[in-house]
């Protein structure tokens, strides 16, 4: 296990402390984590990451900001035998780093945030802990190879500036049929996130799959296999659907959501 910055000798101690709570605590369910992976998202997670585990080779997850692991423990569901799970935060750090949005600083203050408590939640679903960095996003292309990863999920900042820097970093790790999805980016107070992402899908190559309310789900590589899997898996699941494809210039995208009454 790597914590990015942190010394060896807490980094043991941290991961035991983490495992005697979590064994403590077996009976923790999905919804008792704090966060806001909605079920709808939870279900796009699902279908995107099975899609690629029945068709596609290893490779790589990653997550840009984690908060108390929701999103993380699904997507480790998906985590197959050589595959390595990657994420990034500053955890309690976010109150003093310079890097950090000053905004979530703000909203994180009185969140106890900490990377023990991520731990301890996401070793309630799994049995091994995913590769920590516990550092500014910014520095995740040093811990993961370029072209090696299939899934980012980026949640971290909601500046523009940050936001446009996690895209950066998604594209160079993300091979090509690779996908990347986005938090936020239609949230009225976090226009500088939605100006990133519509920035790289409209001049950057990155082309659109589906969105939801809350999270957009994009690739650099070939959508339609993607959009196939949603629409399909969706009129199974019957209690969400699909509108018929949004073009953006010559790309189509899906809107995914629930059915009325569901």
Not at 216 to 233: F, K, M
Request: with cysteine.
């Amino acid at each position: 296990m790597c914590i990015g910055l942190r010394g060896a000798g807490r980094r043991h101690s941290l991961a035991r402390q983490t495992v005697r709570d979590a064994q403590a605590g077996q009976q923790m369910k999905f919804d008792d984590i704090p966060g806001w992976f909605m079920p709808i998202d939870q279900a796009a997670f699902s279908w995107v990451l099975q899609h690629q585990n029945r068709a596609q080779p290893l490779g790589g997850l990653v997550e840009l900001g984690v908060f108390k692991g929701k999103s993380a423990v699904v997507m480790g569901n998906f985590q197959r035998p050589g595959e390595v799970f990657t994420v990034c935060d500053l955890f309690e750090d976010i109150e003093t780093d310079s890097h950090a949005d000053p905004e979530e600083q703000r909203f994180f203050k009185g969140q106890s945030l900490s990377q023990m408590e991520f731990e301890r939640n996401y070793l309630a679903f799994h049995r091994e802990l995913p590769r920590i960095v516990r550092a500014p996003t910014a520095v995740i292309t040093r811990h993961v190879a370029p072209g090696s990863a299939r899934f980012v999920h980026v949640d971290a900042g909601h500046t523009y500036d940050l936001v446009r820097a996690d895209t950066a970093s998604a594209r160079t790790l993300l091979r090509d049929d690779g996908v990347v999805v986005f938090d936020d980016y239609r949230k009225a107070g976090a226009m500088g996130c939605g100006a990133a992402v519509w920035e790289a899908i409209l001049n950057e190559g990155l082309r659109p799959i589906a969105n939801t309310e809350f999270k957009l789900y994009a690739t650099w590589g070939d959508p339609a296999p993607y959009i196939a899997e949603i629409e399909a898996r969706a009129r199974d699941a019957g209690w969400c659907r699909t509108k018929r494809p949004t073009m953006i210039r010559d790309m189509p995208m899906v809107y995914l959501h629930r059915s009325p009454g569901n």
